[in-house]
C-alpha cells in the first residue's frame, strides 16, 4: 500500500456495487446487491487512507480493526481479512449486509469528511465474509471441556454469538428456541432479498461444528422454566436472548377489521413460512392498494414485500419528514427505485372498514416542531387537514417491544419502565445471579451488530462467573 500517496487514494473513484435491475427484484426474492468482484474489492481497499488514528474504528459499535482488514484486501488476503473482522464480530457477511454503515463507520470516515464517498466498509465487510462462507476455513483445535453447561435461550443475533463464545471457550452450550428455525428476526422478519437464508444457514452450521446444540420448538416460561434449567437439566448459567417481537400498535379505530397485520404477522408468515412461494401453502392476504404505517427498517421490508406479492400501489405512511427516518439510507433507495410512495407528515388517525375489510385510512397532515426525547422534530398536527387513502391491505410497522410474559418466563426478574429487562452494565448479568441478558431484550440500540457485541460480552463474563465460582 506504500506505493500510492493519499493524494492519489483520494482521486480514485468509488467501487459502486452492482444491483439487480427492478424488473428482477419484483418478480421473486433474490439479493438486490450483487456483491463486489475481487477487483472491484481491491479498487475499494485501495481508497483507504490507513488512519493513525482511525476515526471509523471508533463508529463501529463492536471496534473492528477496519483500517487492517481493509490493508488484508488490498493484498489480497481475503481469509486473512475475514479472520481479522472476526476478532470482534462473529458474523462478517451479515453485518455487511445490514449494518447501518452510513450512521456508523462510514460516517466518520476522513474520505467521507472531505465531500467524497466514504471508503466501502460495510461492502468490504460483506466481501470478505462472503469469500468466507464460499471458502470455508478449518475450524481452530478444540478447547479443554470445563465440565459446565449453559443455556441460552433465544437464536437471534445475541443467542447465536454468546452460544459460538462460550463453546470456544469450552463450555458444553445448548440454544433453546421457540420457533422451528434458528435466527430470530434474521430469519423471521429481514427479507431474503437482503440478507439471503443461506448465509445465516452457513452461520447456525458452524456453530453446531463447534458443539452447540439447538433445541427448536421449545419456549423457556412454557416448555421449560428458568428452574428446571437450573435443576434437574443441570445448567449453571444462563444467557437470554428473546429479543423484542411483540409488536406496538397505534391503537385508533378499526385497527381489528380483516386486512390488518402487524408487520411481525406479515412478515413472519412470508419469511419464516414461505408464505410468497407456491410450494408452501401459508395463507397470507395480498392487497392491491397496501399502506405501510412507520418509517424503520421493517416499514421498508413489509413495503417492499407487499410489492413483490403482487400489489398495484404500495404507500408508507409516515408522521415526520424523509430526513427523520430510522432506515438504512441504502434500503430508502431502493424502496424508492422499486416504486413504493411515501406520504410523509402523515398520522394515521383511523381505519374505515367495508363489511369487516379494512378499506381506507383516515390520516392528519402534521408539522414538524422542536425536537422532542429522541433528538427528532416532533410532529405537530394541523387542524383540518384530514385526508383519505383508500386501502385493502394495512401494515403496521411501528416498532415492537419487549413481551410482556418475560416476568413470568423469568419470575423475579428486574424490568426498567419501557419493560427492557435490567442488567448490570458491564457484565450484562440480570438481577437474578447467573443469568445474563443482551439484545434487544435490555435497553439501547435495537440492531444487530449491538446484539451480537452483547453477546460477546456477555459469553466473557458468563465465563468469569463460572471459573470465579471454583
Ligand atoms: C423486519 C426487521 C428488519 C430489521 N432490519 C435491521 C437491519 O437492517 N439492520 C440491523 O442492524 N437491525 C435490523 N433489525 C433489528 C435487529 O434484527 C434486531 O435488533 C436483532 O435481531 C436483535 O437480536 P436479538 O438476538 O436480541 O433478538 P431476536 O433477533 O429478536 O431473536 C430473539 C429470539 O428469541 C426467541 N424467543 C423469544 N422468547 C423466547 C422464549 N421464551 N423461549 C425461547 N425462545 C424465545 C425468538 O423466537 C427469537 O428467535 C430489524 C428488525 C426487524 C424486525
Ligand atoms: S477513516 Fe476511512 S480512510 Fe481512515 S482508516 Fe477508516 S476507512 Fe480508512
New binding site residues.
Given amino acids: 500500500m506504500n506505493e500510492m500517496d493519499n493524494k492519489q487514494r483520494l482521486e480514485l473513484p468509488h467501487q459502486q456495487m452492482a444491483e439487480l435491475p427492478v424488473d428482477r427484484r419484483l418478480a421473486g426474492a433474490s439479493e438486490v446487491n450483487v456483491g463486489y468482484s475481487e477487483e472491484q474489492a481491491r479498487a475499494e481497499a485501495q481508497r483507504c487512507l490507513q488512519c493513525k488514528r482511525p476515526p471509523c474504528v471508533a463508529g463501529c459499535p463492536v471496534d473492528i480493526d477496519i483500517p487492517a482488514f481493509i490493508k488484508l484486501i488490498s493484498e489480497g488476503r481475503y481469509a486473512d481479512a475475514a479472520l481479522k473482522i472476526k476478532e470482534t464480530n462473529s458474523f462478517p457477511a451479515i453485518c455487511g449486509r ?3 454503515q452510513e450512521q456508523q463507520c462510514q460516517a466518520k470516515c476522513v474520505v467521507g469528511r472531505t465531500g467524497r464517498p466514504p471508503v466501502g466498509i460495510g461492502h468490504l465487510e460483506r466481501f470478505v465474509g462472503d469469500y468466507l462462507v464460499a471458502n470455508p476455513q478449518p475450524v481452530s483445535s478444540s478447547p479443554e471441556p470445563t465440565g459446565y453447561k449453559v443455556a441460552i ?7 447465536l454469538t454468546t452460544a459460538g463464545e462460550l463453546a470456544k471457550l469450552g463450555h458444553e452450550v445448548t440454544i ?4 422451528h428455525e ?5 430469519t ?3 427479507p431474503e432479498f ?1 440478507l439471503p437464508k443461506d448465509i445465516i444457514r452457513y452461520e447456525i452450521k458452524a456453530l453446531l461444528e463447534l458443539g452447540v446444540q439447538i433445541v427448536h420448538d ?4 412454557r416448555t421449560l422454566t428458568i428452574d428446571e434449567l437450573f435443576g434437574e437439566m443441570g445448567f449453571a448459567a444462563v444467557f437470554l ?5 411483540n409488536p406496538r400498535f397505534l391503537g385508533i379505530e378499526g385497527e381489528n377489521l380483516r386486512g390488518v397485520y402487524s ?2 404477522e406479515f ?1 413472519t408468515r412470508i419469511n419464516l413460512m414461505r408464505a410468497y412461494r407456491d410450494d408452501y401453502d401459508t395463507p397470507i392476504r395480498r392487497g392491491n392498494n397496501v399502506t405501510v404505517v412507520g418509517g424503520g ?2 416499514t421498508l ?1 413489509s413495503s417492499r414485500w407487499a410489492l413483490r406479492l403482487g400489489a398495484e400501489t404500495v404507500t408508507i405512511v409516515y408522521r415526520r419528514s424523509r430526513e427523520e427516518m430510522p432506515a ?1 439510507v441504502e ?1 430508502v433507495r431502493h424502496t424508492e427505485e422499486e416504486g413504493v410512495q411515501f406520504r410523509f407528515l402523515s398520522q394515521p388517525m383511523r381505519l374505515l372498514g367495508d363489511d369487516g375489510d379494512v378499506a381506507a385510512m383516515e390520516c392528519l397532515q402534521m408539522e414538524l416542531g422542536e425536537p422532542d426525547e429522541s433528538g427528532r422534530a416532533r410532529p405537530i398536527p394541523i387542524e383540518g387537514s384530514e385526508f383519505t387513502l383508500p386501502t385493502d391491505l394495512v401494515i403496521i410497522a411501528i416498532g ?1 417491544r419487549v ?1 410482556p410474559l418475560v416476568p413470568i ?1 423469568v419470575p423475579g426478574i428486574e424490568l426498567d419502565e419501557g419493560g427492557h429487562v435490567i442488567v448490570n452494565p458491564d457484565t450484562l448479568e440480570t438481577s437474578i445471579p447467573g443469568v445474563f441478558g ?4 435490555i435497553p439501547g440500540e ?6 451480537m457485541g452483547d453477546g460477546r460480552r456477555a459469553a466473557q463474563s458468563i465465563h468469569k462467573y463460572l471459573i470465579d465460582r471454583e
Avoid: H
Fill in positions: 445490514v449494518c447501518p435461550v433465544g437464536s437471534g443475533p445475541a443467542g433453546f428456541e421457540a420457533l434458528p435466527g430470530g428476526v434474521m423471521y422478519g429481514i437482503r421449545t419456549i423457556i416460561g436472548g428473546l429479543g423484542a417481537g408487520a411481525n412478515l427498517n421493517v421490508d438504512r434500503e415492537a413481551s418466563a443482551g439484545g434487544d431484550l435495537e440492531t444487530i451488530v449491538r446484539a
